[in-house]
């Protein structure tokens, strides 16, 4: 049973309890963790001619956010120096050890955060074992760049019930495109793996979107469906027709899907400049954004667009 079948079903079916919308970042804060380093109390005048003698022998590339040097915390008049991992086995690096004999220095074991704080109260906090310099954290990872209002919410929870009301009529997967604008469906379709193996919800449904797009531009055009589409600037995500905006595909929509997508589904949102991704199942098997901890296409740095992805479940006992 699906599509026309399915509608009816669907038009008188519940919408199922869904869970609170949980975001999936692009990868997860850091937690603290301490690294064991070897640090040398010396004068503040040796400060500089021992960094730069251990940038050499033991740089702090893997600590970038780490500062070398910091001032002694019980003796005003002296700075403490990183010098070295504490080695697993006996004896330093044969560099180190030239440099800790050369300058008599006694040294001590400190912890040492060995992440990168993701926020500026991480930042305060971790600091307090040892000095840490602060970057902008990742923007995926703040959340204000993903909190939503009680009205998205709703709107999102309404969007999300209809699509998996539809995917249980169907017994397949239904992927709807949402302009978060106008709240509008844009298209809503159900995978057909038995028509196609590439049918899945995403591709029909992307497929459906650039359809009426493509009946827009040749309507403005003043052409038939039969004329062609007129070409498009190549990579342009929003292009100017008669004055009014035309999205490149699924710019700035939103897209709502039963369950998770695979990669193949996944980088063709990505390729479609999606703005956010919703679901309900996770597919530990093949999904692609997270859903239970595995593979996210959203952190992929080298990408040239990212897309939020909210997952919202079915309340307990409604599986």
């Given at each position: 049973m699906?599509?026309?079948?399915a ?6 079916a519940?919408a199922?309890?869904l ?5 999936i ?26 960094t ?14 780490v500062?070398?040097?910091?001032r002694?915390p ?19 690096p ?5 440099i ?10 400190v ?9 500026r ?25 993903v909190?939503?209002d009680?009205a ?36 809503c379709c ?38 062609g589409c ?16 035309c ?30 991704v919703?679901?309900?199942d ?5 999904g ?7 593979l ?16 919202l ?7």
């Amino acid at each position: 049973m699906c599509d026309s079948q399915a509608e009816a079903v669907c038009a008188g079916a519940p919408a199922p309890p869904l869970a609170k919308p949980r975001v999936i970042p692009a990868r997860d804060p850091p937690t603290l963790q301490l690294a064991r380093w070897y640090a040398a109390t010396i004068p503040t005048s040796h400060g500089g001619i021992l960094t730069r003698a251990l940038a050499g022998p033991c740089p702090l590339t893997a600590l970038h956010h780490v500062k070398r040097i910091r001032r002694h915390p019980q003796d005003a008049a002296a700075l403490q120096i990183l010098v070295c991992p504490v080695p697993d086995g006996e004896g330093l690096p044969e560099g180190v050890s030239a440099i800790v004999q050369e300058h008599s220095l006694s040294l001590s074991e400190v912890g040492v955060p060995e992440l990168a704080p993701a926020t500026r109260a991480d930042w305060a906090g971790w600091g307090a074992h040892w000095p840490l310099t602060w970057r902008a954290p990742d923007p995926q990872l703040q959340p204000e760049h993903v909190a939503l209002d009680p009205a998205e919410e709703t709107a999102m929870r309404q969007h999300l019930a209809a699509v998996v009301v539809r995917a249980d009529a169907c017994g397949a997967n239904v992927c709807a495109v949402v302009d978060p604008f106008t709240d509008k469906v844009l298209a809503c379709c159900t995978a057909a793996p038995d028509v196609h193996p590439l049918q899945h919800a995403v591709m029909l449904a992307v497929e459906a979107v650039a359809a009426g797009q493509r009946a827009r531009l040749q309507q403005e055009e003043g052409g038939s469906a039969q004329d062609g589409c007129p070409k498009r600037p190549r990579l342009a995500e929003d292009i100017m027709l008669h004055g009014a905006p035309c999205p490149y595909l699924c710019t700035g929509y939103d897209v709502y899907l039963a369950v998770e997508p695979c990669i193949m589904c996944a980088m063709a949102l990505v390729h479609s400049r999606a703005r956010r991704v919703i679901f309900c199942d996770a597919d530990a098997a093949g999904g692609a954004l997270g859903g239970t901890g595995g593979l996210r296409l959203q952190a992929e740095r080298s990408l040239n667009h990212h897309y939020h992805v909210y997952h919202l479940a079915r309340a307990c006992g409604h599986a």
